[in-house]
Structures are given as C-alpha cells and as structure tokens.
C-alpha cells in the first residue's frame, strides 16, 4: 500500500532514472479524481496505444474521447523514448480487473490467470500508454523499451516495490492483449535488473519553449479554467482583438471566443474559420508566451 507519488515526485523519479520527460499541457491538474479515488497505489501498468504518431497519441491520450475521457494513462512513452507525463491522479486506463491478481500485485508474487473483472484498476495503478499499433507488427523500438523499463523501475523505485509491481494490462483484466509484441516476463526481468543497481541520474529537462504550445482545440471550452488562456487573452488585447469588459482572466467565456474571433478575421479567416475556437496555424501566429 502506498500513497500516490505527487506531480513533483513523479516527475524527478521519472527524470533521475534517466528518462526525457516531456510535461504536456496542464497534466498536473488533468485528472478523474471527481469519478472515484486515487490510491492507495500498488502497482504499475503497461498498456499500448493501438495508434500511430506520437503528437495525436499524445493528445488522445490527454483528452481521451466521447466513450471515455482523459486522462487514459499517466504517461505516454513515445518510439524515441521520450515520456510525455498527461495524467495526475486517476485515470481511465486499467478499467476492472481480477481481484486475485491485485492481491498478487500486493503481495508481490507470480501473478494467477486473470478470470475476473470485479476490481478498480483506476485507482490502484500508474498507466503507461506506449506508442504502438498492438498489431504484432508494428516494431518495438530499443530507446522505447529501454524507457518503459525505466518507467516502471522509476516508479517502482519511488515506493521501494519490487519488478513484482509491474504488470500488463494483459494481466489484469480478461480479453485485453497489451502490450503485445513483447513479454512482461522479460520486461519485469529487465526491471528487476535495473533496481538492483542505481539509476542512471537525471537527464537534462527540456528548455522551456518561449511560446505555449497549441494545446488542442478541445482544450477551449466553457469550464475551462488555466493561466493559458489569461496569457492568450492578454496577447489578444496587444493585437488589438480584445472584446472584453472585465479581463481577460483565467476561465474560458464567450468574451475569449469573440475576442479569438477578431484574431481569426484579422488573419483573414472567414465564416466558419473565424469561429473563435483556436487553431494550431492562428494560435502559433499569436505567439503566446509560454506558462
């Protein structure tokens, strides 16, 4: 049993075992707390995309989609190796599962065939989204692999677990097939190694971009509520495009959408393409200075 890792611990296990992490977005707040509780933790839990490309699988697994919302895991570990953290908290990943393969997780011991779906795996587990098609043919890169080991010995080093910790989603819940393309056996064994010896230390962070990152258009929405979208708004008000009375601020309004609206005219967009709700191509053009 142990209390989940905070967003700072998460991220410096993450980076002390030498991992390239990437914070996507507001992960640090981007969570399904308001659905059912989060911990106590057991375990890790690896899972593949069934997705190509590592931008769109980074936002899919973000925002999620209309049957199941985002977060879908806590990181999403691309085919270069790079770990893009989009989830605190819990997150829609491992779904129910075999109550005898939690205690076993537990426990720390061989892992009984999962037959059973009567458990919550949201709350117990870390996700990992790995970057693959889980067609059987789609490589595994050596730098992915190498990352999802450390992954999983980071997070298992955080709470002192053994390899024991780490399991597929294959595992847990009946009819589920992933990771497919290699072996958690293998993997765990790789782990176990990795934990018997010290981590490789921390990778350099990223520099900060100068600008925020286009967030998706997704992100602009009524009950949003982030620094972004005051540093959009000011930005706005500097192109001469503000339509505010009172602001900007931090929650999204329709004084946001009217004000992005102008932006988009200004650009030259029309009818529909000046709608107000961001774009990728008039957002880069704002320059919003990164948050």
């Not at 450390?150 to 053994?162: D, E, F, L, P």
């Not at 962070?205 to 100068?210: D, E, G, H, L, S």
Request: aromatic share 8%; hydrophobic share 35%; proline share 8%.
């Amino acid at each position: 049993m142990a209390t989940p890792l905070s967003a700072d611990k998460l991220l410096k296990a993450l980076r002390d075992e030498g991992l390239h992490v990437v914070e996507h977005r507001s992960w640090r707040t981007n969570n399904r707390n308001h659905k059912g509780p989060w911990g106590p933790t057991h375990g890790v839990m690896i899972h593949h995309t069934v997705t190509s490309g590592t931008s769109s699988s980074v936002e899919l697994c973000y925002n999620g989609h209309s049957a199941l919302p985002g977060p879908l895991c806590h990181g999403v570990i691309a085919k270069d190796g790079t770990v893009y953290l989009v989830g605190n908290g819990r997150a829609n990943h491992a779904g129910l599962g075999d109550d005898d393969v939690l205690r076993a997780v537990i426990a720390e011991k061989a892992l009984p065939p999962d037959n059973e779906a009567n458990t919550d795996g949201n709350r117990h587990f870390y996700g990992f989204e790995c970057v693959n098609l889980g067609d059987g043919k789609d490589p595994w890169p050596a730098a992915q692999l190498l990352a999802i080991e450390r992954a999983s010995a980071a997070v298992c080093r955080a709470h002192g677990w053994s390899e024991r910790s780490v399991i597929g989603h294959l595992e847990w819940q009946p009819g589920k097939v992933d990771p497919r393309g290699f072996s958690m056996n293998g993997m765990r064994g790789r782990v176990a190694k990795r934990l018997g010896g010290a981590p490789d230390g921390p990778s350099d962070p990223p520099p900060r971009p100068t600008y925020e990152p286009f967030p998706g258009s997704a992100f602009f929405k009524v009950g949003r509520n982030s620094a972004i979208v005051t540093a959009m708004g000011k930005r706005l008000v500097a192109e001469d495009c503000g339509r505010y009375t009172v602001g900007p601020g931090p929650a999204w309004s329709e004084a946001d959408r009217k004000s992005y609206a102008a932006w988009q005219r200004k650009l030259g967009y029309t009818g529909g393409d000046a709608d107000g709700i961001p774009g990728k191509t008039s957002w880069d053009r704002l320059k919003v200075p990164n948050v």
